[in-house]
Protein backbone atom coordinates (compact mmCIF):
# COMPACT_ATOMS: atom_id res chain seq x y z
CA UNK A 1 0.00 0.00 0.00
CA UNK A 2 2.99 2.62 0.54
CA UNK A 3 4.63 1.58 -2.03
CA UNK A 4 1.09 2.02 -4.53
CA UNK A 5 0.92 5.54 -2.99
CA UNK A 6 4.70 6.47 -3.30
CA UNK A 7 4.06 5.68 -7.23
CA UNK A 8 0.92 7.88 -6.98
CA UNK A 9 2.96 10.76 -5.68
CA UNK A 10 6.40 10.32 -7.91
CA UNK A 11 3.68 10.63 -10.83
CA UNK A 12 1.49 13.68 -9.79
CA UNK A 13 5.13 15.41 -9.08
CA UNK A 14 6.56 14.55 -12.37
CA UNK A 15 3.24 15.77 -14.34
CA UNK A 16 3.26 18.82 -12.00
CA UNK A 17 6.96 19.59 -12.93
CA UNK A 18 6.36 18.47 -17.05
CA UNK A 19 3.11 21.01 -17.12
CA UNK A 20 5.36 23.87 -15.58
CA UNK A 21 7.89 23.99 -18.05
CA UNK A 22 5.74 23.52 -21.18
CA UNK A 23 5.80 26.15 -23.68
CA UNK A 24 2.28 27.48 -24.67
CA UNK A 25 2.58 28.22 -27.97
CA UNK A 26 -0.89 29.41 -28.82
CA UNK A 27 -1.93 31.98 -26.63
CA UNK A 28 -5.23 33.19 -28.18
CA UNK A 29 -6.88 30.93 -30.99
CA UNK A 30 -7.25 32.95 -34.16
CA UNK A 31 -10.79 33.95 -35.99
CA UNK A 32 -9.94 31.47 -38.87
CA UNK A 33 -9.32 28.41 -36.52
CA UNK A 34 -10.68 25.96 -38.61
CA UNK A 35 -9.09 25.54 -42.04
CA UNK A 36 -10.06 23.44 -45.24
CA UNK A 37 -8.03 21.60 -47.51
CA UNK A 38 -7.42 23.36 -50.46
CA UNK A 39 -7.29 26.81 -49.25
CA UNK A 40 -4.30 28.46 -49.52
CA UNK A 41 -1.64 30.31 -46.86
CA UNK A 42 0.82 32.92 -46.69
CA UNK A 43 2.40 34.58 -44.18
CA UNK A 44 4.29 37.53 -44.66
CA UNK A 45 6.78 39.48 -42.27
CA UNK A 46 6.32 43.73 -41.12
CA UNK A 47 8.34 44.06 -44.36
CA UNK A 48 5.73 42.12 -46.55
CA UNK A 49 8.61 39.48 -47.56
CA UNK A 50 6.47 36.30 -47.76
CA UNK A 51 8.08 33.98 -44.92
CA UNK A 52 5.81 30.89 -45.76
CA UNK A 53 3.14 30.06 -49.16
CA UNK A 54 1.30 27.07 -49.56
CA UNK A 55 -1.49 24.98 -50.09
CA UNK A 56 -3.02 23.26 -47.03
CA UNK A 57 -3.19 19.58 -47.51
CA UNK A 58 -5.61 18.68 -44.39
CA UNK A 59 -8.61 20.12 -43.04
CA UNK A 60 -8.48 21.34 -39.12
CA UNK A 61 -6.55 23.72 -36.64
CA UNK A 62 -4.65 26.23 -38.35
CA UNK A 63 -1.66 26.29 -35.30
CA UNK A 64 -0.91 22.60 -36.21
CA UNK A 65 -0.43 23.19 -39.53
CA UNK A 66 2.37 25.61 -39.05
CA UNK A 67 4.24 26.12 -36.04
CA UNK A 68 4.46 30.18 -35.97
CA UNK A 69 6.37 29.64 -32.83
CA UNK A 70 9.20 29.15 -34.95
CA UNK A 71 9.50 32.11 -36.51
CA UNK A 72 11.96 35.09 -35.35
CA UNK A 73 10.07 37.62 -32.88
CA UNK A 74 8.12 40.16 -35.01
CA UNK A 75 4.80 40.95 -36.30
CA UNK A 76 3.58 38.72 -39.30
CA UNK A 77 0.56 38.86 -41.35
CA UNK A 78 -1.40 35.58 -42.12
CA UNK A 79 -3.75 34.83 -45.14
CA UNK A 80 -6.11 32.03 -45.54
CA UNK A 81 -7.65 31.98 -48.94
CA UNK A 82 -10.69 30.34 -49.46
CA UNK A 83 -13.10 30.00 -52.13
CA UNK A 84 -15.14 33.22 -51.76
CA UNK A 85 -13.59 34.54 -48.20
CA UNK A 86 -10.24 35.76 -47.55
CA UNK A 87 -9.21 35.81 -44.17
CA UNK A 88 -6.42 37.96 -42.73
CA UNK A 89 -4.87 37.86 -39.27
CA UNK A 90 -1.88 39.50 -37.18
CA UNK A 91 0.40 37.56 -35.32
CA UNK A 92 3.10 38.46 -32.88
CA UNK A 93 6.07 36.25 -32.42
CA UNK A 94 7.84 37.26 -28.84
CA UNK A 95 10.18 34.43 -27.32
CA UNK A 96 8.75 31.82 -29.44
CA UNK A 97 4.95 32.45 -27.84
CA UNK A 98 2.74 33.22 -30.25
CA UNK A 99 -0.28 35.86 -29.64
CA UNK A 100 -3.10 35.91 -32.87
CA UNK A 101 -4.30 39.67 -32.42
CA UNK A 102 -7.69 39.35 -32.84
CA UNK A 103 -8.42 43.34 -32.93
CA UNK A 104 -6.74 43.50 -36.09
CA UNK A 105 -8.23 40.35 -38.05
CA UNK A 106 -10.49 41.49 -41.32
CA UNK A 107 -12.39 39.29 -43.72
CA UNK A 108 -12.61 40.16 -47.16
CA UNK A 109 -15.46 38.44 -49.45
CA UNK A 110 -13.74 37.93 -53.08
CA UNK A 111 -16.24 38.10 -56.31
CA UNK A 112 -17.72 35.49 -58.09
CA UNK A 113 -18.13 35.27 -61.78
CA UNK A 114 -20.63 33.40 -63.71
CA UNK A 115 -20.44 33.47 -67.72
CA UNK A 116 -24.14 32.22 -68.93
CA UNK A 117 -23.92 32.34 -72.81
CA UNK A 118 -23.47 36.18 -73.37
CA UNK A 119 -24.19 37.07 -70.11
CA UNK A 120 -21.40 38.03 -66.79
CA UNK A 121 -23.09 38.34 -63.92
CA UNK A 122 -20.67 39.53 -61.53
CA UNK A 123 -21.59 39.48 -57.20
CA UNK A 124 -19.77 40.47 -54.37
CA UNK A 125 -20.49 41.41 -51.06
CA UNK A 126 -19.11 44.16 -50.34
CA UNK A 127 -19.28 44.94 -46.35
CA UNK A 128 -15.39 45.59 -46.30
CA UNK A 129 -14.58 48.25 -49.05
CA UNK A 130 -16.01 51.75 -49.87
CA UNK A 131 -16.16 51.66 -53.66
CA UNK A 132 -15.31 48.72 -56.42
CA UNK A 133 -14.34 49.53 -59.42
CA UNK A 134 -15.43 46.90 -62.49
CA UNK A 135 -13.67 46.55 -65.86
CA UNK A 136 -14.48 44.95 -68.99
CA UNK A 137 -12.16 44.28 -71.61
CA UNK A 138 -12.40 42.59 -75.45
CA UNK A 139 -8.79 41.54 -76.00
CA UNK A 140 -7.21 44.39 -74.78
CA UNK A 141 -9.45 46.94 -75.52
CA UNK A 142 -11.65 48.36 -72.56
CA UNK A 143 -15.30 48.16 -73.57
CA UNK A 144 -16.69 49.05 -70.49
CA UNK A 145 -15.81 50.37 -66.82
CA UNK A 146 -18.15 51.30 -63.75
CA UNK A 147 -16.99 52.81 -60.41
CA UNK A 148 -19.70 51.51 -57.21
CA UNK A 149 -19.80 53.12 -54.11
CA UNK A 150 -20.90 52.35 -51.00
CA UNK A 151 -21.18 48.97 -48.89
CA UNK A 152 -23.51 46.32 -49.31
CA UNK A 153 -24.00 43.72 -52.37
CA UNK A 154 -22.96 44.04 -55.65
CA UNK A 155 -24.92 41.80 -58.53
CA UNK A 156 -24.69 43.39 -61.86
CA UNK A 157 -25.08 41.68 -64.78
CA UNK A 158 -23.69 42.56 -68.17
CA UNK A 159 -25.28 41.55 -71.65
CA UNK A 160 -22.40 41.27 -74.09
CA UNK A 161 -23.26 40.79 -78.24
CA UNK A 162 -23.59 37.17 -79.20
CA UNK A 163 -22.11 38.25 -82.76
CA UNK A 164 -18.80 39.11 -81.30
CA UNK A 165 -16.88 35.97 -79.76
CA UNK A 166 -13.39 35.92 -78.56
CA UNK A 167 -11.55 36.35 -75.49
CA UNK A 168 -12.93 38.53 -72.35
CA UNK A 169 -11.66 39.28 -69.02
CA UNK A 170 -13.74 40.91 -66.63
CA UNK A 171 -12.09 43.05 -62.94
CA UNK A 172 -12.99 43.93 -60.13
CA UNK A 173 -10.38 46.30 -58.05
CA UNK A 174 -11.97 46.35 -54.19
CA UNK A 175 -9.57 46.58 -50.74
CA UNK A 176 -6.57 47.41 -52.64
CA UNK A 177 -6.98 43.96 -54.62
CA UNK A 178 -7.67 42.71 -58.19
CA UNK A 179 -9.79 40.36 -59.17
CA UNK A 180 -9.83 38.57 -62.21
CA UNK A 181 -11.71 36.48 -64.73
CA UNK A 182 -10.95 35.34 -67.97
CA UNK A 183 -13.80 33.63 -70.45
CA UNK A 184 -14.77 32.85 -74.10
CA UNK A 185 -18.06 33.91 -75.50
Known sequence: MKTLFK???VLAVMLGTYTSYANATLEVLPTFNKVKKGSSISV???????VFSGL?????????????????????IIEVNK???IYINTVEVKNNNVNFLNHKSEKIFKPVFRVEKDKV??????LDA????IELYFGNELIHSE?????GVLNRTYKLDHNISGEYTA?????????IKNFKI
Open 7 to 9: NIL
Open 44 to 50: TDALGKV
Open 56 to 76: INYDGNISRLYDFSQLEDGIY
Open 83 to 85: DFE
Open 121 to 126: LISKLA
Open 130 to 133: SDMK
Open 147 to 151: TVKGN
Open 171 to 179: IVRSNDRVF
